[in-house]
T-cell receptor, first 115, second 111 residues
Framework: DTGVSQDPRHKITKRGQNVTFRCDPISEHNRLYWYRQTLGQGPEFLTYFQNEAQLEKSRLLSDRFSAERPKGSFSTLEIQRTEQGDSAMYLC?????????????FGPGTRLTVL | RKEVEQDPGPFNVPEGATVAFNCTYSNSASQSFFWYRQDCRKEPKLLMSVYSSGNEDGRFTAQLNRASQYISLLIRDSKLSDSATYLCVVNRASGTYKYIFGTGTRLKVLA
C-alpha cells in the first residue's frame, strides 16, 4: 500500500496524559499537513511541513501541541496534558513536490478520545 | 465571518437529478480552489481542482467567480454513490500552502 498511513487508528486516553501520533506520507511527497476534524466540521488546519521545516502553525494550536518531521520523512504529532476538548479525528495529508500540484492525499486518521 | 462558508445541507435529491453547491470565501488573495469528497467516517479525497476558466470532469462541473468570491460544484445525473459530504477548500493566500476547509455540504441521493 503506497498511500498515507497513520498510527494508531484509535487512541483512548485519560485527561492529562500525553499522546503521540505518527504519519507516514507517500514516498517522495515533500509537503505534509496535520488537520483536526470534529463531527460536522471540515478538517481544521494545524500545521504544515515542507521537507523537515515546519513552515506554518495554526494560532489555534496551543503550546500543548507539537509536531516534528525529522529528516523530512514521517511526522509525529504530540499532545501534552490532553483535555476532553482534544477529542477529535487527527488527519495527516501529504502532497507532491511538483509546483502547482497541490493535491493533498489524506491518511485514514487517528481518532482520539479523551476521557 | 468564516473564511470559507458552505451550506451544510443535507441536500436530498432523487437519482438522476442535477444538484449544485456553492461555497463562498472571504480572502480575495486566495489562489487555489478545490472540491474534496468525504464519505462517512472516511478521509477526504480530491474530487477536482477548480480552475479560473471552469472545468468539467464527467458529470461534475466546477466554476470559480473571483468577483463574487465563490466557487460552485454542479453534479448532473446524480447517482446513489454520489451520496457524501462535499468539502470546499481554499488556500489562505498566494504562495502559502495553508488550506482552509469549509464545513462541507451533505448530499443524499435517494432511490
Amino acid at each position: 500500500d503506497t498511500g498515507v498511513s497513520q498510527d494508531p487508528r484509535h487512541k483512548i486516553t485519560k485527561r492529562g496524559q500525553n499522546v503521540t501520533f505518527r504519519c507516514d506520507p507517500i514516498s517522495e511527497h515533500n509537503r505534509l499537513y496535520w488537520y483536526r476534524q470534529t463531527l460536522g466540521q471540515g478538517p481544521e488546519f494545524l500545521t504544515y511541513f515542507q521537507n523537515e521545516a515546519q513552515l506554518e502553525k495554526s494560532r489555534l494550536l496551543s503550546d500543548r501541541f507539537s509536531a516534528e518531521r525529522p529528516k523530512g520523512s514521517f511526522s509525529t504529532l504530540e499532545i501534552q496534558r490532553t483535555e476532553q476538548g482534544d477529542s477529535a479525528m487527527y488527519l495527516c495529508a501529504s502532497s507532491p513536490r511538483l509546483a502547482g500540484f497541490d493535491t493533498q492525499y489524506f491518511g485514514p486518521g487517528t481518532r482520539l478520545t479523551v476521557l | 465571518r468564516k473564511e470559507v462558508e458552505q451550506d451544510p445541507g443535507p441536500f436530498n435529491v432523487p437519482e438522476g437529478a442535477t444538484v449544485a453547491f456553492n461555497c463562498t470565501y472571504s480572502n480575495s488573495a486566495s489562489q487555489s480552489f478545490f472540491w474534496y469528497r468525504q464519505d462517512c467516517r472516511k478521509e477526504p479525497k480530491l474530487l477536482m481542482s477548480v480552475y479560473s476558466s471552469g472545468n468539467e470532469d464527467g458529470r461534475f462541473t466546477a466554476q470559480l467567480n473571483r468577483a463574487s468570491q465563490y466557487i460552485s460544484l454542479l453534479i448532473r445525473d446524480s447517482k446513489l454513490s454520489d451520496s457524501a459530504t462535499y468539502l470546499c477548500v481554499v488556500n489562505r493566500a498566494s504562495g502559502t500552502y495553508k488550506y482552509i476547509f469549509g464545513t462541507g455540504t451533505r448530499l443524499k441521493v435517494l432511490a
